[in-house]
């Protein structure tokens, strides 16, 4: 099981962090500058696995951002690195070449997207088409750009 | 700011989070967040009613701000109105901002809820799976208890979407993990295992994880579950790289189904039905041959999934230990990634071999790739690859490869990184401690640890190696010979001393014939450290040297003229100060006789578990190595000194125990009138109600019974011995109670300690049990010991221990203090031994409900399962391997022995590490044994 994700910038600025077990906000945010550091530091030809408490660090950089999964002990490995591309896929498929800047400004899709891929740290649905079309769905709503415009700015 | 923003996308939103982009100082953020929130706030309170759209925007502005790192505390109401629109986006953003930011508070939890429950039965797809994952994103008790019944219910029923009853798996699987005894076990169960036959793969996927899940706690409920997964996975191995289409990743049919089903498998022992077993072979055989067929895609992501499915397959063969041919495929499969140009599959084939090691079908397999992975500890540019390495070379030595594998890490240990450096000073201690032939090598292994990386060593470590050679007489010159040589490093750690110093100060005399280490040589190199110690080393010096006068006269002048040095007898530090003192006073009244007692050789230690062992455990957790599995290797290879005759009756008797006359033999039955007979089926007399009896009763002569109520701590101190027989019972400023037990049947031996900590003789020392005793002596002299022995005999079941009184003088005034004896139902205990087969049968026949008792409790300790099977054994009942289908759980049976009657006890265990709960659950023939003993065994974790 997954128990956490956090994405951050090579700067080490978070983006996005999702928590699959309760803890306090305090402890979140220790753990968040702990592991940012973690994996900041390491070099850039090791590999995608760290041994962090009784957990495993498995991360990737995908240009200037860092995904990274808290996993148990006897989860896999691999496939985990596969669980963070898979995430990457489907949001390039929805935002259509996805850069940091779209989960800065949508950062709201970014985690409904994770939440029809991944529930409770399992992975829920791996069929790309059927993750996004969930979230597709939602956006039936699709506005054009004037009407963005015409809102109000705050 | 992106141009458009997807969906509908919030302008205000967007503008916002393009300011905070801009600001250039932390105080500006705050700043324009502080803006933010005030206009947010006058939103939220002015009179005029938000339309949807703008209470989301601003909901989700709240949110923002959070995640940023602030602090937001409103917001939370309109959030949970959001629940409430018919607006998909709007709906969403509310249960976002819930899931995020719950808050325990009661009145909004109710209206969560509440929202929750109308999208549940909304029927609308889409709404029911933002439900679900509402409830399994907070994952809160307060969820569990509202839709715990809800949510099996959801995703049983015929008609539910595959997309609902995905998110319902798994939410009830994060319910599960949360509150297990909130949800409950009903019809619902079997229907969920047929999910695995479900079209949909979506479905399956989910499923599978909540199957795992349950199976660990119910492993009979969901057997079947066996077959359906052996099935299902044959299809999909065997399936062309695109028939799954949606669900093949990069050529690989549908990975993650199969590493979940992979894993489901890994619950329970290989099928016993021929054909299933015979599919799964397949199945395995099937994996191990892809690995070997070139690749479909240079794509990462295919070598990745493919190989996932590879080491999960192999995992599940390692797990059922049972193939040899496979264990053998297995490891030459991953010898060959040892050499992958990939750093992760070569972290993963080292860290998978170590589990290969300890399997006696493929240890000398693994053997054969010690020149690799000896390599790889050399030449790998990454550190925790490294560490694989190393975790590696320590699971795979045996008293072949010791000498070359030691040597290794000691050589590596000169360049290693310090993050690493402590674990693999343990690791060669081990190592040397446990191969050793030739306790030489084992002396010179461990100062070669202290030379290289003298500030790793921990005490455990240098306290081990005195130990040892405490132990065998066969290495103490040899060592006292070697220390001394390495003490003449113009600079030695700190470490070396510590040992040094020890080592010279009991067998220096084993090499004080040698001109060149003649006792004055041996003291002016100790004392030559001495100014550049810290102050624990320069107290153990100064033992050494008290030692010194007692071991070679010829040094006392010298010494003593160091010890009355003002340096010593004026030290700033009490301790040092206190043993100049007490040593020089020592060493100049008492004669030879009484020095030659006082500092008399250490007497051997009692061998017990390896102390760094232990310590590598904690560090480690339990993981695969030669600790734990050696014993499936090579039968009984413990540790060297775990040979040695059990404590109890290679420790020194008392002369006391002697002049009794209760030493050797089995214990039997004494001869009536003899001795104690502690009859522990009556219930000592409860004590009466009402302060402390007058102190004239301390002076009666006979032993009344005892009559104060015990102490507070008394169940406390009590609750210490249930899992073992041996420690301190009592301790206070004037007297020390040890006690030393051993049961066997219903019969028991215990020996009590009355040690007296003053300089001060106790007068009119008198324990009384709550029967009859035979006296002790009725004095006992200052800094001395008494000891009593007890024989007990069980005659029935019995809740209560039996008390102990005791009441003495001290200076004049009478003290008396009332205890608890450790004698509880499950020492007489006698563990029995079966088969999984066996216990589940027993298990079985003890299905009435007043037969079970069942407790679960949160975890006052650790959740160490070394140290939980410890006290299950020390608790008395036999720990049964492979029982319990989870590998996580103890399972435990045995007899209580009375002499009137016997009961039969299965136990089992259900360590949960995520909740930091247990469940303990007795069953025995009769109720009130299963009640108690659950009690008792409850309290010890």
Known sequence: MIHFILLFSRQGKLRLQKWYTTLPDKEKKKIIREIVQIILSRNQKTCSFVDWKDLKLVYKRYASLYFCCAIEDQDNELL?????????????????????????????????ILDEFIIGGEVQETSKRSAVKAIEDSDMLQETVEEYMNKPAF | MPAVSKGDGMRGLAVFISDIRNCKSKEAEIKRINKELANIRSKFKGDKALDGYSKKKYVCKLLFIFLLGHDIDFGHMEAVNLLSSNKYTEKQIGYLFISVLVNSNSELIRLINNGIKNDLASRNPTFMCLALHCIANVGSREMAEAFAAEVPRVLVAGDTMDSVKQSAALCLLRLHKACPDLVPVGEWTARVVHLLNDQHMGVVTAAVSLITCLCKKNPDDFKTCVSLAVSRLSRIVSSASTDLQDYTYYFVPAPWLSVKLLRLLQCYPPPEEAAVKGRLVECLETVLNKAQEPPKSKKVQHSNAKNAILFEAIALIIHYDSEPNLLVRACNQLGQFLQHRETN????????????????????????????????????????VRQRAADLLYAMCDRSTAQQIVAEMLSYLETADYAIREEIVLKVAILAEKYAVDYSWYVDTILNLIRIAGDYVSEEVWYRVIQIVINRDDVQGYAAKTVFEALQAPACHENMVKVGGYILGEFGNLIAGDPRSSPLVQFGLLHSKFHLCSVATRALLLSTYIKFINLFPETKGTIQEVLRAGSQLRNADVELQQRAVEYLKLSSIASTDVLATVLEEMPPFPERESSILAKLKKKRGPGPGPEGDEGRRDGGAELNGGGEPPPSTASTPSPSADLLGFRGGAPAPPPAGSSLLVDVETPPNPPPPGGAPPDDAFLGAGP??????????????????????????????????????????????????????????????????????????????????????LNIECLGEFRGAPLLGLRFR?????????????????????????????????????????QEAQKIFKAAHPMDPEVTKAKLLGFGSALLEKVDPNPDNFVGAGIIQTKTLQVGC????????????????????????SKHLCDLLAMQF
Not at chain 2, 345 to 358: P, T, V
Request: charge should be neutral; aromatic fraction near 10%.
């Open chain 2, 345 to 384: 599959l070569r972290y993963l084939a080292l860290e998978s071999m170590c589990a290969l090691a300890s399997s006696e079908f493929s240890h000398e397999a693994v053997k054969t790739h010690i020149d690799t992975v000896i390599g790889a500890l050399k030449t790998e540019r990454d550190v925790s």
């Open chain 1, 80 to 112: 985990t690195l596969e669980v963070v591309h898979r995430y990457v896929e489907l949001l390039d498929r929805y935002f259509g070449n996805v850069c940091e800047l779209d989960i800065i400004f949508n950062f709201e899709k970014a985690y409904f």
């Open chain 2, 906 to 929: 299965l136990l089992r265990l259900e360590p949960n590490a995520q909740a930091q709960m247990y469940r303990l659950t007795l069953r025995t023939s009769k109720e009130s044994v």
């Open chain 2, 810 to 850: 001290y200076g004049g005034a009478p003290q008396s203090l009332t205890l608890k004896l450790p004698v509880t139902l499950n020492k007489f205990f006698q563990a029995s031994e079966m088969g999984a087969q066996d216990f589940f049968q027993r298990w079985k026949q003890l299905s009435m409900p007043q």
């Open chain 2, 704 to 789: 009344p019974p005892p009559d104060a109520p015990p102490l507070p701590e008394a169940d406390e101190l009590l609750n210490k011995f249930v899992c073992k027989n041996n420690g301190v019972l009592f301790e206070n400023q004037l007297l020390q109670i040890g006690v030393k037990s051993e049961f066997r049947q219903n019969l028991g031996r215990m020996y009590l300690f009355y040690g007296n900590k003053t300089s001060v003789p106790f007068q009119s020392f008198v324990p009384t049990l709550a029967v009859q005793t035979r006296a002790v002596e009725p004095g006992v002299e200052g800094g001395a010991q008494v000891q009593q022995v």
